[in-house]
């Protein structure tokens, strides 16, 4: 277990160090929430790094990462815990097989931990080896607002209720990342018990940082052109605009083809590892694909 960063520099250093290129405006959101122990709320659209700077923050700190992935119909009970009901009935059977009939016993036994299977929220309120784990609780606006408000109870106090056990608090918080791509908005409320930042696109710059650490095979003419050619992809009118992973997963996908410069085919044969809608991609290939290659080449030029 590594030590909690003593700065904001420090912050940047211990990120970078994992391949996470972040601003200082992050980087402090991030520092602050782990001084404070105060859950941090990342909101931003799909792609630009947020549930990447859990992970990111789990291996620096040598942290286990424990993830609740959010859907629609998420309840408290599948967040929190279940119990292992067929292990259950064998146990009832063989109680009954041996002649038992203490009921008050055998609930007893039922419902004690043995048979108790931990969900990503309980998980996170137990003792860890190495320390508190980060609880990742991603796109928690794919769920309803009554997950919101039983998670806003479970936020505050660090600790959850199960009613034949009773109250388990965390003996340490976690630390807590909830991300959001926005696609509703989630309660103040929520939001007030976080430290708040919006992740935006990174700039030309950052993002020529961060294609060169994820990807640093690539050439920098190569690297030039590809996050260029994303960005102008941003302004667009698409559907779905490409985000930091695509840019990623692109430059991968150039270098698996050992692509050294860009053409109009190779993008439109590659089109399929930054855009996600068939309509997006119609919209960009053939003619669409080569302006936009030659309006990135002389404005790059001209830089």
């Keep these: 277990m590594s030590p909690l960063p003593a700065s904001i520099d420090d912050t940047i250093t211990l990120l970078g160090e994992q391949d996470y290129v972040c601003g200082r405006a992050l980087a402090t959101v991030v520092f602050l929430g782990l001084k404070l ?92 080896e190495g320390g508190a784990p980060v609880l990742l609780i991603d796109e928690l606006d794919r769920t309803d607002e009554p997950f919101e408000a039983f998670l806003l109870e479970a936020l505050s106090d660090f600790q959850v209720t199960i009613p034949e056990l009773g109250t ?26 976080c430290l708040y930042h919006w992740v935006d696109y990174p700039s030309f710059e950052r993002e020529m940082e961060i294609v060169s650490a994820r990807a640093p095979e690539a050439q920098e003419t190569l690297s030039r052109e590809i996050v260029a ?48 809608y068939q309509d997006d991609i119609q919209k960009i290939e053939g003619s669409e694909a080569k302006r936009l290659l030659e309006e990135v080449r002389a404005e790059l030029t001209a830089a």
Excluded at 42 to 65: C, D, F, M, P, Y
Excluded at 67 to 88: I, K, M
Excluded at 105 to 119: A, M, N
Excluded at 229 to 242: G, I, M, Y
């Design 37 to 128: 122990g105060r859950p941090i709320f990342l909101e931003g659209e799909a792609g630009v790094g947020k549930t990447e700077i859990a992970k990111a923050i789990s291996s620096a700190l040598g942290r286990r990462l424990i993830r609740l992935q959010c859907y629609e119909g998420l309840d408290a009970a599948s967040a929190v815990y279940e119990w292992n009901f067929p292990a259950q009935m064998v146990a009832i059977r063989t109680a009954e097989a041996a002649g038992e009939t203490d009921r008050t016993s055998l609930q007893s036994e039922l419902f004690s931990k043995d048979y108790l299977t931990s969900r990503p929220l309980l998980e996170a309120m137990q003792p860890q």
């Design 168 to 193: 388990i608090k965390a003996p340490e918080p976690p630390i807590v990342i909830v991300t959001s791509n926005r696609t509703r908005e989630v309660h103040d409320a929520l939001k007030r018990r």
């Design 229 to 276: 050619f994303v960005q102008k992809l941003r302004t667009e009118d698409l559907f779905k605009r490409p985000g930091v992973a695509e840019t990623i997963d692109w430059a991968k996908c150039l270098l698996a083809l050992d692509v050294v410069t860009m053409n109009p085919e190779v993008i439109a044969d590659t089109l399929g590892a930054i855009l996600k």
